[in-house]
């Protein structure tokens, strides 16, 4: 036998092991940021003035099909947000009167806010522990849109459907 020769050894066999799933891809939902929400969804943020009625808002919210409005100064500083849930507890305490009501007597007035560079799943839990559905987005101190709760929800919804395709499209090939 040559000197050089070494009989086989069982490791030179063994193949390395995969693995299907990894920290990574585990936690890949958790990566997804304001910013990746914002660049699909747009960043269209619809506001009002303090000194407006909420006849007023009530009107801009049914014409604009979305459930609640930002509050801005002159300038376009946030400094607050009117919910359709404002509104209806506002009714609720003063039947038949709430409609000539201002927005800057029944608006939230502390507002939370998020940053672009939060993950998704940060501002899903600041929403669902502080129990309100509208988050405004502020960068540098500027606007720069609203994140609703569902659609947080729903980009991690398309988010799955396109972990199940790439699955399926692994396994069929």
Request: net charge neutral; hydrophobic share 35%; glycine share 8%.
């Amino acid at each position: 036998m040559p000197t050089s020769y070494q009989a086989p050894k069982r490791e030179d066999h063994e193949k390395p092991a995969t693995y299907s799933q990894t920290a990574d891809s585990n936690l890949k939902a958790g990566t997804a940021t304001v910013a990746q929400l914002l660049s699909n969804k747009g960043n269209d943020v619809f506001s009002i003035r303090p000194a407006e009625t909420l006849g007023t808002a009530v009107k801009a919210l049914r014409d604009k099909r979305i459930g609640a409005l930002l509050v801005t100064d002159e300038t376009g500083g946030l400094i607050g947000i009117l919910s359709e849930r404002d509104i209806v507890r506002k009714l609720a305490e003063t039947p038949g009167q709430t409609l000539p009501q201002k927005v800057g007597d029944v608006m939230t007035d502390k507002v939370e806010t998020c940053a672009l560079d939060e993950s998704l799943v940060s501002v899903l839990r600041r929403m669902t522990a502080g129990r309100f559905r509208h988050m405004p987005v502020v960068d540098d101190g500027h606007l720069k849109g609203i994140v609703t709760i569902g659609d947080v929800v729903n980009h991690r919804l398309t988010e799955l459907e396109h972990e199940a395709l790439q699955l399926k499209q692994l396994i069929v090939g």
